[in-house]
């Protein structure tokens, strides 16, 4: 699958200050002791599990796995959740391809849009610091969310992860991840704040001092015309690379 075709879709308080947990992980093939509290995975979100595991089948070995290597076949029960999201500057990334769930919550199309789109303003560090950590990390980072009800909007939890991944140079400048929420969503926009955030670094054969040097664009992302999100079977081809 390539950057610039888009996924085939199939038929709280949140004044407590957040918590960062950082959980470091060994290479995939070595026998690690981890606290059970560490890896149970969140029931509530089924696809976020679904997305993390494909990842890791995906990753062989390395430190992480290539976009190339990603095929939506893989991740169907979980497609309309998910998105590709691209490294434009330091703590900073937009949407390559999303899935239809994201449109949903957003109440337009998504791609091209910023990652910060979906957050209140004083989220928006704290979604900074986890993006720079997906990216420099490497690291895999889970976001617990919440949207605060209003008039028309029920109050809504969500999940987001973010799964680094390599481009065809070796370079960590994308991620693979999924925002899944739980109950109506209301009105679009919903903008969420940031409840708790887990970093996990990742370790493997390759060093990060060995990788290719990052480069991100400068140009800022040109947000989509508002309207209505509709269900089609294919979303359509987005070329930023032109």
């Known amino acids: 699958m390539h950057d610039d075709t888009d996924f085939a879709a199939p038929e709280a308080d949140t004044k407590k200050a957040p918590t960062i947990k950082s959980v470091p992980t060994a290479h995939p093939d070595q026998n690690t002791v981890v606290q059970l509290e560490q890896k149970k995975p969140d029931y509530r979100f089924p696809e976020i599990t679904k997305l993390e595991a494909y990842w890791a089948a995906l990753r062989k070995g390395r430190l992480v796995p290539k976009r190339a290597d990603v095929n939506p076949r893989g991740i169907e029960s979980c497609?309309?959740?998910a998105f590709i999201a691209e490294e434009v500057a330091p703590g900073l990334a937009r949407f390559r391809i999303a899935g239809m769930h994201l449109s949903e919550l957003m109440g337009m199309d998504v791609r091209g849009m910023p990652?910060?789109?979906?957050?209140?303003?004083?989220?928006?560090?704290?979604?900074?610091d986890a993006l720079k950590a997906a990216f420099e990390g490497p690291a895999i980072v889970k976001l617990d969310l919440t949207a605060r009800g209003s008039?028309?909007?029920?109050?809504?939890?969500?999940?987001?992860?973010?799964?680094?991944?390599?481009?065809?140079?070796?370079?960590?400048?994308?991620?693979?991840g999924a925002?899944?929420?739980?109950?109506?969503?209301?009105?679009?926009?919903?903008?969420?704040e940031i409840l708790n955030s887990e970093v996990t670094p990742l370790e493997g054969h390759?060093?990060?001092?060995?990788?290719?040097?990052?480069?991100?664009?400068a140009t800022a992302p040109k947000a989509q015309p508002k309207g209505k999100a509709t269900r089609v079977p294919y979303l359509r081809v987005l070329d930023f690379d032109n």
């Open 206 to 217: 390759i060093q990060i001092d060995t990788l290719p040097h990052r480069t991100v664009e």
């Open 179 to 192: 925002l899944v929420t739980i109950g109506p969503i209301g009105r679009g926009p919903r903008t969420f």
């Open 79 to 81: 497609l309309e959740y």
């Open 115 to 128: 990652v910060s789109s979906f957050f209140k303003a004083n989220a928006r560090t704290q979604l900074r």
């Open 151 to 176: 008039f028309g909007n029920p109050h809504i939890t969500g999940k987001l992860i973010l799964l680094p991944l390599a481009d065809e140079t070796g370079a960590v400048t994308r991620v693979l």
